[in-house]
């Protein structure tokens, strides 16, 4: 806050332009020649200064009796009294396995009930949370494993074409023969349990090998837990310790784990919250995965924390049953990144389900076309729905359109940071923070900055420099007022012919197409200009698309040279669990590609 302080009163006593210039609610910041870096001064809240598990159990005590989760795949449903309860006996249950604070513990599962109680489990005994994506096969999560030096597993026995039990078994011979409570793995030196549970019937799983511990056996350890020693640990907790490791996307390379603290996510979940004016009398329909911080903070976390109700929609994303469960549970909000907001609008069954009751919601995690963001506000009744913008490194949400905003910020900006937050552009070259509308490098400081990678300082100097900035790799420009226009990602910028082109631009353009239902922009290498631009587009159902047919919508409507050289038709694009179109799996199969005709040629 003495930070803050300061620059409102450098902002006062050495800027001449009058805070009544500004319109309520924006900013004031620090301003000089023109070169800004905002901080969010306008009389929100103080930061939650608690633990997940302390302020969890202030919710509970005011809304005991509110429904806190609906899982509708397991047709399970908890108030706050029963969530905390839950929580509570597998946390004894941890502690009785012999878990202490600051070891690791990962969860490698779909969306269900039980995922939830290990999230709140391991901050109630201090334990950190490893989130493994569903997707991973044997290389991954060995890879995930060893980077954060895992101690505990727990695991759900498959996920669609997935065979966990085979993965592990390959992985972990030893579970073969061991004892549950005496693993030990040469590859895996760390590791000392592996916990099974099935979501249908957690209490009746059956063992597949001697070394496993199964879910009924965690909670039976709850006995040797007194009350007393769990609440000894409750008392022990600090919000600035690390509390989850999540792992970077990983479109651009190897995963990094990020780790995170209390105070990073928890203050995160409460001040979005707060921006979409969300409360106890809200219903939150989840179809983004629990592993994402978008699924654990802005789903989870953001509900508990202000007694709102999280619905599991289902497993994993499915667009018929996330709108089944917006009607069913009369749900008044839905996050999605763009492409789940499109499957679920070319679904079927969308027109044929009562969706009225939704009026928020967050989409984010890539770019939103605003033909797109339209038709959600419209057709899906979210007519407050959120534009979101931020990264895992930074816990995850820095910047979010209100609904205060007029529609063409709402569509065609990812709004100011929230509070608590710096944000500032720089120059690529210099570093220096260059002037308003300007692109440049997006730099976040504030509260939500990770505490770093894990074991990786080298990896940490490289995203944070020396005065605490976080350094996104994202392009954007800063209007007057603090909001921000996402142009492209750094390492996604095409340069053609000495031309600086963002992919972002020609996306939002072709997505307007009635036909696209789909579309992603990068570059190709090329020997005259350096690179191409090449556009693969996915055709809405039922219709047909021709290059001729686009090049034609493009002419005139944007310059020559963003025009797409290379125009290809796809079924579906390659992505990550979350919905993030992985460019570089598409640049790697387009060069392939056009390397076989030109040898052909």
């Known amino acids: 806050m003495a930070l803050l302080n300061s620059y409102i009163s450098w902002f006062l006593s050495n800027s001449s332009i009058k805070l009544d210039s500004y319109p309520k609610n924006l900013f004031t910041g620090k301003i000089m020649d023109e070169n800004i870096s905002y901080c969010r001064t306008d009389g929100t809240p103080p930061l939650l200064e608690q633990t997940i598990p302390a302020h969890l159990a202030e919710i509970a005590n005011r809304f005991p009796e509110r429904e806190a989760v609906v899982s509708l795949p397991q047709q399970k449903r908890l108030s706050y009294r029963e969530l905390t309860e839950a929580v509570a006996g597998l946390a004894k249950g941890l502690m009785g396995l012999g878990f202490a604070k600051g070891d690791r513990i990962g969860i490698w599962s779909t969306n269900n009930l039980e995922w939830l109680l290990i999230q709140l489990a391991t901050a109630r005994i201090g334990a950190i949370l490893v989130n493994i994506n569903p997707a991973y096969r044997a290389k991954e999560l060995a890879y995930a494993m060893q980077r954060s030096e895992v101690q505990g597993l727990f695991l759900i026995p498959s996920f669609k074409s997935s065979d966990y039990l085979a ?30 549970y099935a979501p249908a019937e957690p209490m009746a799983t059956k063992r597949p090998a001697p070394g496993f511990t199964l879910w009924a056996e965690v909670l039976g350890a709850a006995a040797s837990v007194s009350d007393a020693s769990l609440a000894a640990r409750d008392a022990s907790l600090n919000p600035f310790e690390p509390i989850n490791i999540q792992y970077t996307s990983g479109t651009t390379g190897f995963p990094k784990a990020v780790l995170l603290s209390h105070r990073n996510i928890l203050n995160n979940a409460y001040f979005s919250a707060l921006a979409m004016h969300f409360s106890e009398q809200d219903r939150l329909c989840v179809p983004v995965p629990f592993y994402h911080c978008f699924g654990m903070v802005l789903c989870n976390l953001l509900c508990l924390s202000v007694g709102g109700c999280i619905v599991i929609a289902c497993e994993h994303f499915d667009a018929g049953l996330v709108l089944a469960a917006v009607a069913d549970e009369r749900c008044t909000a839905i996050h999605g990144v763009p492409t789940m907001f499109i499957a ?258």
């Open 167 to 196: 993965i592990l078994g390959e992985l972990l011979p030893e579970l073969q023969h061991c004892n549950p409570d005496s693993l030990n793995s040469r590859e895996f030196p760390f590791l000392r349990r592996v916990v099974l």
């Open 344 to 601: 679920e609008l070319e679904h079927p069954r969308f027109g044929k389900l009562d969706l009225s009751s939704l009026r928020t919601g967050i989409m984010a995690g890539a770019p939103c076309p605003p033909a797109l963001m339209q038709r959600v506000m419209t057709d899906m009744h979210c007519s407050e729905i959120l534009i979101g913008y931020g990264e895992t490194e930074a816990s995850p949400l820095t910047h979010l359109t209100t609904r205060e905003d007029n529609l063409e910020r709402r569509i065609n900006t990812v709004g100011r940071n929230l509070p608590h937050q710096e944000v500032k552009v720089v120059d690529l070259s210099s570093g220096r923070t260059i002037s308003l509308g300007e692109v440049g490098e997006i730099c976040f400081r504030g509260y939500h900055i990770m505490r770093g990678y894990y074991n990786d300082p080298e990896a940490t100097g490289k995203a944070i420099d020396r005065e605490g900035w976080l350094h996104s790799g994202d392009l954007g420009r800063m209007d007057r007022d603090g909001y921000v226009q996402i142009t492209g990602r750094l390492k996604e910028m095409i340069i053609r012919g000495g031309e600086n082109i963002y992919p972002r631009e020609i996306e939002d353009y072709l997505f307007t197409h009635p036909k696209v239902a789909g579309v992603a922009v990068f570059g190709v290498p090329d020997d005259f200009y350096g690179e191409e631009i090449m556009a693969w587009l996915k055709p809405r159902s039922g219709s047909t698309l021709a290059e001729e047919e686009i090049r034609s919508f493009c002419q005139g409507k944007i310059a020559h040279y963003k025009i797409p050289k290379y125009i290809w038709f796809v079924e579906e694009f390659p992505m990550t669990v979350t919905g993030k179109v992985q460019k570089y799996k598409m640049r790697e199969q387009a060069v392939a590609r056009l390397q076989q005709d030109q040898g052909n040629g």
